[in-house]
Protein backbone atom coordinates (compact mmCIF):
# COMPACT_ATOMS: atom_id res chain seq x y z
CA UNK A 1 0.00 0.00 0.00
CA UNK A 2 0.83 3.04 -0.73
CA UNK A 3 0.84 6.68 1.21
CA UNK A 4 0.80 10.62 -0.11
CA UNK A 5 1.93 13.49 1.97
CA UNK A 6 1.19 16.24 -0.49
CA UNK A 7 3.73 19.48 1.01
CA UNK A 8 1.84 22.34 0.28
CA UNK A 9 -1.18 20.94 2.02
CA UNK A 10 1.17 19.59 4.86
CA UNK A 11 3.37 22.40 5.51
CA UNK A 12 6.54 20.86 4.18
CA UNK A 13 8.11 24.16 2.84
CA UNK A 14 11.27 26.12 2.94
CA UNK A 15 12.60 29.06 1.48
CA UNK A 16 16.25 28.92 0.92
CA UNK A 17 18.46 30.67 -1.50
CA UNK A 18 20.92 28.32 -3.12
CA UNK A 19 23.92 28.50 -6.02
CA UNK A 20 24.86 25.93 -8.70
CA UNK A 21 28.68 27.03 -9.07
CA UNK A 22 29.23 26.78 -13.03
CA UNK A 23 25.32 26.84 -14.57
CA UNK A 24 24.96 29.95 -16.69
CA UNK A 25 21.62 31.69 -14.88
CA UNK A 26 21.57 29.31 -11.52
CA UNK A 27 25.18 30.77 -10.94
CA UNK A 28 24.01 33.36 -9.23
CA UNK A 29 22.64 33.35 -6.01
CA UNK A 30 18.90 32.99 -5.94
CA UNK A 31 16.29 31.63 -4.38
CA UNK A 32 13.11 29.60 -4.33
CA UNK A 33 9.85 28.64 -2.26
CA UNK A 34 9.88 24.82 -2.02
CA UNK A 35 7.56 22.27 -0.92
CA UNK A 36 8.20 18.75 -0.47
CA UNK A 37 5.58 16.04 -1.27
CA UNK A 38 6.67 12.75 0.34
CA UNK A 39 5.50 9.28 -1.25
CA UNK A 40 6.21 5.67 1.04
CA UNK A 41 5.43 2.22 -0.25
CA UNK A 42 4.87 -0.92 2.49
CA UNK A 43 3.29 -3.46 4.07
CA UNK A 44 0.88 -2.16 6.34
CA UNK A 45 1.57 -3.58 9.83
CA UNK A 46 1.43 -2.92 13.79
CA UNK A 47 -1.76 -2.09 15.99
CA UNK A 48 -3.79 0.00 13.75
CA UNK A 49 -2.79 -1.41 10.68
CA UNK A 50 -0.65 1.27 9.00
CA UNK A 51 2.12 1.87 6.42
CA UNK A 52 3.43 4.66 8.52
CA UNK A 53 1.80 7.24 10.91
CA UNK A 54 1.08 10.33 9.12
CA UNK A 55 2.58 12.37 11.54
CA UNK A 56 5.80 10.87 11.99
CA UNK A 57 5.92 11.24 8.60
CA UNK A 58 5.51 14.98 8.57
CA UNK A 59 7.03 15.62 12.01
CA UNK A 60 10.34 13.96 10.76
CA UNK A 61 10.39 15.95 7.07
CA UNK A 62 9.10 19.26 8.58
CA UNK A 63 12.32 18.75 10.77
CA UNK A 64 14.39 18.98 7.46
CA UNK A 65 12.35 21.66 6.13
CA UNK A 66 12.98 23.91 9.34
CA UNK A 67 16.58 23.62 9.06
CA UNK A 68 17.22 24.37 5.81
CA UNK A 69 14.23 27.52 5.83
CA UNK A 70 15.72 31.15 5.45
CA UNK A 71 19.21 30.00 4.79
CA UNK A 72 21.68 29.85 2.33
CA UNK A 73 22.49 26.58 0.89
CA UNK A 74 26.13 25.24 0.39
CA UNK A 75 27.15 22.12 -1.42
CA UNK A 76 30.22 21.82 0.49
CA UNK A 77 31.72 18.51 -1.80
CA UNK A 78 31.04 20.61 -4.72
CA UNK A 79 34.36 20.84 -7.20
CA UNK A 80 34.39 24.33 -7.99
CA UNK A 81 33.89 25.49 -4.46
CA UNK A 82 37.13 26.22 -2.66
CA UNK A 83 36.82 27.05 1.30
CA UNK A 84 39.76 29.24 3.25
CA UNK A 85 40.22 27.21 6.05
CA UNK A 86 38.75 23.98 5.13
CA UNK A 87 39.56 20.94 3.23
CA UNK A 88 36.97 18.85 1.93
CA UNK A 89 39.52 16.01 1.79
CA UNK A 90 39.99 15.56 5.22
CA UNK A 91 37.73 17.86 7.27
CA UNK A 92 34.33 17.39 8.95
CA UNK A 93 31.42 19.29 7.38
CA UNK A 94 31.00 20.38 11.11
CA UNK A 95 33.86 21.90 11.04
CA UNK A 96 32.21 24.62 9.25
CA UNK A 97 29.09 24.97 11.45
CA UNK A 98 31.73 25.75 14.07
CA UNK A 99 33.01 28.78 12.66
CA UNK A 100 31.54 32.27 12.63
CA UNK A 101 32.05 33.12 9.26
CA UNK A 102 32.57 30.56 5.93
CA UNK A 103 34.94 32.28 3.38
CA UNK A 104 34.86 30.93 0.20
CA UNK A 105 35.47 31.70 -3.72
CA UNK A 106 33.51 30.13 -6.69
CA UNK A 107 35.49 31.36 -9.90
CA UNK A 108 36.20 35.15 -9.44
CA UNK A 109 33.86 35.28 -7.27
CA UNK A 110 34.74 35.83 -3.31
CA UNK A 111 32.18 35.15 -0.30
CA UNK A 112 32.18 35.91 3.19
CA UNK A 113 28.67 34.80 4.82
CA UNK A 114 27.92 34.20 8.77
CA UNK A 115 27.81 30.67 9.24
CA UNK A 116 24.78 30.93 11.09
CA UNK A 117 22.77 32.43 7.48
CA UNK A 118 24.03 29.31 6.09
CA UNK A 119 23.57 25.16 5.83
CA UNK A 120 26.05 23.12 5.07
CA UNK A 121 25.00 20.18 2.98
CA UNK A 122 27.40 17.37 2.33
CA UNK A 123 26.51 17.22 -1.95
CA UNK A 124 27.80 18.33 -5.03
CA UNK A 125 24.89 20.43 -5.63
CA UNK A 126 22.11 22.37 -4.30
CA UNK A 127 19.94 21.50 -7.19
CA UNK A 128 16.09 20.00 -7.19
CA UNK A 129 17.71 16.50 -7.99
CA UNK A 130 20.17 16.29 -4.77
CA UNK A 131 17.82 17.98 -2.26
CA UNK A 132 15.24 15.28 -3.56
CA UNK A 133 17.61 12.35 -2.89
CA UNK A 134 18.95 14.33 0.43
CA UNK A 135 15.50 14.24 1.59
CA UNK A 136 14.74 10.74 0.39
CA UNK A 137 18.00 9.27 2.17
CA UNK A 138 17.71 11.36 5.70
CA UNK A 139 13.69 10.73 6.05
CA UNK A 140 14.12 6.85 4.65
CA UNK A 141 17.05 6.49 7.68
CA UNK A 142 14.77 8.02 10.11
CA UNK A 143 11.44 5.99 9.51
CA UNK A 144 13.69 2.74 9.46
CA UNK A 145 14.50 2.92 13.00
CA UNK A 146 10.71 2.49 13.98
CA UNK A 147 9.86 0.77 10.46
CA UNK A 148 10.56 -2.81 8.77
CA UNK A 149 7.59 -2.75 6.30
CA UNK A 150 8.72 -0.26 4.56
CA UNK A 151 9.22 -0.72 0.20
CA UNK A 152 10.47 2.76 -0.66
CA UNK A 153 10.65 6.13 0.49
CA UNK A 154 10.20 8.81 -2.68
CA UNK A 155 10.43 12.92 -2.02
CA UNK A 156 9.72 15.04 -4.97
CA UNK A 157 11.24 18.71 -4.03
CA UNK A 158 9.64 20.91 -5.68
CA UNK A 159 11.30 24.65 -6.45
CA UNK A 160 8.01 25.95 -7.87
CA UNK A 161 4.18 24.38 -8.80
CA UNK A 162 4.84 22.06 -11.36
CA UNK A 163 8.81 21.71 -11.48
CA UNK A 164 10.37 19.53 -9.42
CA UNK A 165 12.42 16.31 -8.97
CA UNK A 166 11.78 13.30 -7.44
CA UNK A 167 14.25 10.66 -5.84
CA UNK A 168 13.14 7.09 -4.83
CA UNK A 169 15.23 5.06 -2.06
CA UNK A 170 14.49 1.33 -2.02
CA UNK A 171 14.79 -0.07 1.40
CA UNK A 172 13.70 -3.86 0.69
CA UNK A 173 13.94 -5.68 -2.54
Known sequence: MKI??????????????????GHDSCGFIHGHSYFVDVEIEGERSGDFDFV????????????????????????VYNNLIDFKDFD??????????DKKTAYFRIDDKSYSIPCVDCVFLPLPHTSAEELSMFFAET??????????????VSVCVNEGIGQGAQFKKHLRD
Open 88 to 97: KEHDSIFNLK
Open 4 to 21: LINGIQSNLRFSSAHIIP
Open 139 to 152: LSRKLSENYDNLDY
Open 52 to 75: VDFKEVKKYAKAICDELDHRLLIP
